[in-house]
């Protein structure tokens, strides 16, 4: 994708929270507050244009919270830009997405 | 004592609801798709109402059909599939597939392939009469249809029929035929009581849609137009005659039957091993005036009825013969052992199944869809519908062959999809100085083809330019 691609702004806020430190899909749907089926398709969507990326946890990590292996998310480094560059259009967008807990 | 409840919990609810979903997803992603939802399902149960996972869970549709249908690639997956051979004859087919549906199994085609429903079909024939003018068969005179049935030799009987639209006294309007009282003997159709005069035998369709199947109307009268009939029976379910369309068969004297206006239409039955030639023959013989000699047809009614096919089959196969002759004499120019021998084969059978799936349509069409058409592809006597029905059928095969030639020839010879990517070159103003014309290629990379803006001779054709597999690299996904 293009540098100074124009997202969605489904997509910034998405962004936006991956950079709060969000970093799975319930996770960043209660963050924002949109529907799991924007949230995850959206996700695809990022992922597929190279400004997020996932990997799948540890199992070790897992297993010791007794929970199945979850898939998290992450920007890449075209995803941060393209993050700075929404925030200029969206100013708002910081303010809308609260911190992440300590921890994640 | 309590009941375990039958309702499952929410978890397994959204547990199903997930693996239903996942029947949506690519098999290749599927496993992991299923892993992010159901780990996030344990992370929601955590956190979440019932309510708030049930809506959460919901979403796992919109993302399975993201993954199958996502804008990007249906685009693509569509523009790609038309493309493909395989498209064409899947639409075609499913043509005939709507024809079937709303035909209701081609009724009418059946009819004509199946044995007819008579006593001895082969047998029976039909009387027309040959003009000179642009040879068109025509019914008989009923005076002259009187004599021959009379002093024609070779015929057991003989009896006259005639269609026409009648209403019935609610205002409905029907075919009906107008038939002398020989004409089911004739036919060899089993009837309780022999046909009389001032009678009228119903279909078994018209008797199963209009008269509720109720057995107590025979013997009852029915008004058609000015002529009030006693109904003399139901005839058998299979029964037809040259059309299924015709609902009644009104019954009329022979005197009647012989001052009948205009035409009439004769079938016969011929006696043993006697040959409608030599009936043909004597019926000539006895029409014979010193002014006029006219052209008799005698025509076994089966010969009649498959008219409609032998057309078909003899269309065809001169489609073909035109279309393949000129490739067929350049095949000794082709390289043995290139890749151009496979394609040809393949592109002759492409184009092969395409134009006889394409004929085919409007033939089927034309039989199932238009009575009046089928009537006189099977056998009528009418002056004006019989060659109307004929040019409408060749200009229906004109067209499907017309495409089935152009569509050919826009697409690659190698994987014969459709050709894209159309590029205007030259200008069509300099046509003295440089080519002009559109130039396509295969999506895969097989080749190119150019065609001429305007062509410089009649022989000129679209010339196609084999790509080799080091541009296959350009084409690539």
């Known amino acids: 994708m293009p540098a100074d691609v124009k997202l969605t702004h489904t997509s910034a806020l998405i962004l936006q929270t991956l950079s709060a430190g969000y970093r799975y899909g319930f996770d960043i749907m209660e963050a924002t507050g949109l529907p799991s089926g924007t949230v995850y398709p959206a996700l695809r969507r990022l992922e597929r244009s190279r400004l997020v990326e996932s990997k799948w946890e540890k199992e070790k990590t897992a297993v010791a919270e007794q929970r199945p292996v979850r898939k998290y998310y992450k920007l890449t480094r075209a995803g941060e830009q393209a993050r700075a560059q929404a925030l200029q259009r969206y100013r708002m967008l910081e303010q809308m997405t609260p911190a992440a807990p300590r921890g994640r | ?477």
């Open chain 2, 1 to 477: 004592m309590a009941f375990p409840s039958l309702v499952p919990s929410v978890e397994t609810q959204c547990r199903w609801l997930v693996r239903i979903a996942s029947l949506l997803v690519p098999r290749h992603v599927r496993g992991e798709w299923r892993a992010e939802w159901e780990a996030e399902l344990s992370s929601a149960m955590l956190v979440a109402t019932p309510a708030q996972v049930r809506m959460w869970a919901r979403g796992s549709l919109a993302d399975a059909a993201w993954h199958r249908f996502n804008r990007d690639d249906l685009d693509t997956s569509v523009s790609e599939l038309v493309r493909k051979p395989g498209f064409c004859i899947a639409a075609l087919l499913a043509g005939f597939a709507l024809i079937a549906a709303l035909s209701g199994w081609f009724p009418r085609t059946r009819d004509i392939l199946m044995p007819l429903p008579y006593n001895a079909p082969g047998r029976v024939a039909v009387v027309s009469e040959r003009r000179a003018s642009l040879s068109m068969r025509s019914g008989v005179a009923p005076a002259l249809a009187a004599r021959w049935s009379y002093q024609g030799q070779g015929i057991a009987a003989a009896a006259t029929y005639r269609w026409q639209r009648s209403h019935l006294a609610d205002g409905r309007s029907v075919i009906a035929a107008r038939v002398s009282p020989a004409f089911f003997s004739v036919l060899g159709v089993p009837l309780r009581r022999p046909a009389r005069p001032q009678t009228v035998l119903l279909s078994h369709d018209f008797w199963t849609r209009y008269c509720g199947a109720d057995r107590a109307v025979v013997g009852h009268v029915l008004p058609v137009g000015a002529t009030r009939y006693r109904i003399a029976g139901v005839l058998p379910r299979r029964f037809w005659f040259l059309s299924r369309d015709v609902q009644l068969w009104e019954v009329i004297s022979e005197q009647d039957a012989e001052v009948e206006p205009g035409s009439t239409g004769m079938v016969v039955r011929l006696l043993p091993r006697a040959a409608p030639e030599a009936v043909a023959a004597s019926f000539e013989k006895l029409a014979a005036t010193p002014f006029y000699k006219p052209t008799v047809d005698v025509a076994p009614l089966e010969q009649r009825v498959r008219t409609p096919l032998d057309s078909f089959a003899l269309g065809l196969i001169m489609a073909l013969a035109v279309v393949l002759a000129p490739r067929l004499a350049r095949w000794h120019s082709v390289p043995a052992r290139t890749w151009r021998n496979r394609a040809f084969v393949a592109q002759a059978a492409f184009f092969g199944l395409k134009t006889l799936l394409a004929i085919g349509i409007v033939l089927l069409a034309g039989l199932e869809f238009t009575p009046a058409t089928a009537i006189t592809m099977t056998g009528g006597t009418d002056l004006l519908t019989e060659p109307l029905t004929t040019w409408l059928y060749l200009m229906g095969s004109l067209g499907a062959l017309t495409w089935s030639i152009y569509d050919s020839r826009l697409r690659c010879r190698v994987c014969l999809s459709r050709l894209g990517l159309p590029a205007h070159v030259g200008c069509p103003g300099c046509l003295l100085l440089d080519w002009a014309g559109t130039e396509m290629v295969c999506t895969h990379g097989h080749g190119m083809l150019h065609v001429a803006e305007m062509p410089s001779s009649w022989t000129e054709s679209a010339t196609w330019t084999h790509l080799d597999e080091s541009w296959q690299e350009l084409f690539a996904r």
